[in-house]
T-cell receptor, first 115, second 113 residues
């Protein structure tokens, strides 16, 4: 089954404790992206990757890191989480480049709480 | 500034009561407009892409239309299973050749029997 898999789905952590949210897709997509979703603000892009070893900042990259060493994986790293990073996180991928990267396949989401 | 606004924030319908959701946008260089459906506890699911004013797309009870300043998602004779949050996203060309996707905050639709 074609899918984008995120782990963990739920996590409660404390300020400053490094964590990684993994994302894997089995559709051989070149484009991958991370979003956070907060009430009233919609989905906001954190980072995106056009291909292996090619990553760039989205609208809200502060406090996050990413890497793209393999085509299928795109982990999101929070080096020192803070309470304002409490949010619902989505990983997404697209089979297309250019203008069609708006047709995204999303993962199920990872709900993160930072105390 | 590029912006996407969806209205209403929430909509309650009776089963069979047709209505429309609105997505208005201000972007420079529209590349495409996308509609998604999001069920509680799930990731958004892609529905439609519209590229130019006058274009329409249909899927079951849903029809999406596009003008130069807004898009409508028309829901005809909705059923309870159409209850979800509907998200609109606009893709705009930015520097470096990248196409930025901007999401609206969504419309929460509840359809009651």
């Amino acid at each position: 089954e074609a899918q984008v898999t995120q782990n963990p789905r739920y996590l409660i952590t404390v300020t400053g404790k490094k964590l990684t949210v993994t994302c894997s897709q089995n559709m051989n997509h070149e484009y991958m992206s991370w979003y956070r979703q907060d009430p009233g603000l919609g989905l906001r892009q954190i980072y995106y990757s056009m291909n292996v070893e090619v990553t760039d900042k989205g609208d809200v990259p502060e406090g996050y890191k990413v890497s793209r060493k393999e085509k299928r994986n795109f982990p999101l790293i929070l080096e020192s989480p803070s309470p304002n990073q409490t949010s619902l996180y989505f990983c997404a991928s697209s089979p297309r480049q250019g203008r069609n990267t708006g047709e995204l396949f999303f993962g199920e989401g990872s709900r993160l709480t930072v105390l | 500034e590029d912006q996407v606004t969806q209205s209403p924030e929430a909509l309650r319908l009776q089963e069979g009561e047709s209505s429309s959701l609105n997505c208005s946008y201000t972007v420079s260089g529209l590349r495409g407009l996308f509609w998604y459906r999001q069920d509680p506890g799930k990731g958004p699911e892609f529905l439609f892409t519209l590229y130019s004013a006058g274009e329409e797309k249909e899927k079951e009870r849903l029809k999406a239309t596009l003008t130069k300043k807004e898009s409508f998602l028309h829901i005809t004779a909705p059923k309870p299973e159409d209850s979800a949050t509907y998200l609109c996203a606009v893709q705009a060309r930015v520097s470096g050749g990248y196409n930025k996707l901007i999401f609206g905050a969504g419309t929460r639709l509840a359809v009651h029997p």
